[in-house]
């Protein structure tokens, strides 16, 4: 019953985790496609709940960099997968950066990016039918596979230290043919905003980056914020950064503290509690993430880990005097 609320129901395309802080927001916001001095490669694996079996899990291959003054594109292949459901899906996006200030040493920075992406939806019911399981009309007892198409639009705002992000995920309404349609509504849109700003203290190798993140869905009315911190420490052969990041719904879940016959029920929302540490060397990205749910009820113990692996190619762009990690690293 926890489930829906982790990743907001099983939705469409990429689930929203804490990802996009260890040098990742483009998995977030299309409009992220070369916007950096480097060109882009990351690799990421999540798996949850150790202790329970089929439980989700999640990989990313993402791949993006600038061509030209202008554009930007890139490319993302994901597997998620959850119980008996699971997608396979490709993104392929296009960016376009227009420059805003009179010359290339201050950043004020407008972008646009769109994702264009087919995936296949697979819901594997075979184990539902046959002796010793009860007679349901709407078990076909078949894996079910549907293929759909995805849309998702984004902008970016870069001004010095400060940038915002925002993005409409899943602009095409769309029926999911291995859902009942008095299960699921066509409408999967849902919307992305981040905000982040770097504070970086004079005579320092130090910076600090505050950021926060909300998304809503449209038809159910979910939300949730994400509150975050970053630290960066630069090196002479590269760069050292973490943070902690706390997660909360504004929507909340009713259960029974006591047993079925009790009336008495209580509320809780969602909650996380994620740090993450990362290392930038010679061009590569390490970087590790544990989210821990800090809630009475919960599916297992064991939190939710996440590994990611990075390499930063091409020529540096780094023009900007600013310290700005999204743009600069």
């Known amino acids: 019953m926890c489930t829906p609320f982790v990743v907001f129901s099983q939705e469409r395309g990429i689930p929203v985790y804490s990802d996009y802080l260890t040098d990742n927001l483009y998995l977030l916001h299309p409009s992220m496609a070369g916007a950096a001095q480097y060109g882009k490669i990351r690799l990421t694996g999540r798996t949850q709940w150790f202790d329970v079996d089929d439980a989700p899990h999640l990989e990313t291959l993402s791949a993006n960099g600038r061509i030209g003054d202008k554009v930007g594109v890139g490319g993302i292949l994901y597997n998620d997968k959850n119980g008996r459901f699971s997608q396979q899906g490709f993104f392929g996006t296009f960016a376009y950066h227009i420059l805003m200030s009179r010359d290339e040493i201050d950043l004020n ?50 001004f010095m230290e400060f940038s915002a992000h925002a993005t409409v995920k899943n602009l095409i309404p769309q029926k999911r043919d291995i ?76 259960y ?47 939190g939710y880990h996440q590994v990611t692996l990075g390499y930063n190619f091409g020529k540096s762009r780094n023009r900007y005097h600013c310290s700005c990690p999204t743009i600069n690293q």
């Not at 087919?118 to 009309?137: F, W």
């Not at 504070?199 to 509150?227: C, H, R």
């Not at 509320?267 to 540490?277: N, R, V």
């Open 109 to 158: 920075q407008l972008s646009f990016g769109l994702n264009v992406g087919i995936a296949q939806e697979s819901l594997d019911e075979s184990d539902l039918i046959g002796p010793g399981q009860p007679s349901d009309p709407i078990i076909s007892g078949n894996k079910q596979k549907d293929v759909y198409l995805n849309v998702d639009f984004g902008m970016s705002y870069y």
């Open 256 to 302: 029974n503290k006591g047993d079925l016959s009790s009336s008495s029920a209580s509320s809780q929302k969602l909650q996380y509690i994620t740090p993450f540490l990362g290392l930038n060397y010679k061009g590569f990205v390490f970087a590790y993430t544990y989210s821990y749910q800090a809630n009475n009820v919960v599916m297992d113990n064991s």
């Open 179 to 254: 859902f009942s349609e008095d299960f699921e509504t066509d409408n999967q849109r849902s919307y992305l905003l981040s905000l982040a700003y770097n504070i970086v203290p004079t005579y320092s190798n130090w910076s600090f980056e505050p950021s926060v993140m909300f998304q809503y869905k449209e038809v159910t009315n979910e939300a949730l914020g994400d509150i975050n911190g970053k630290a960066y420490y630069n090196f002479d052969w590269g760069q050292l950064w973490g943070g902690l990041s706390y997660r909360r719904t504004l929507n909340g879940a009713e």
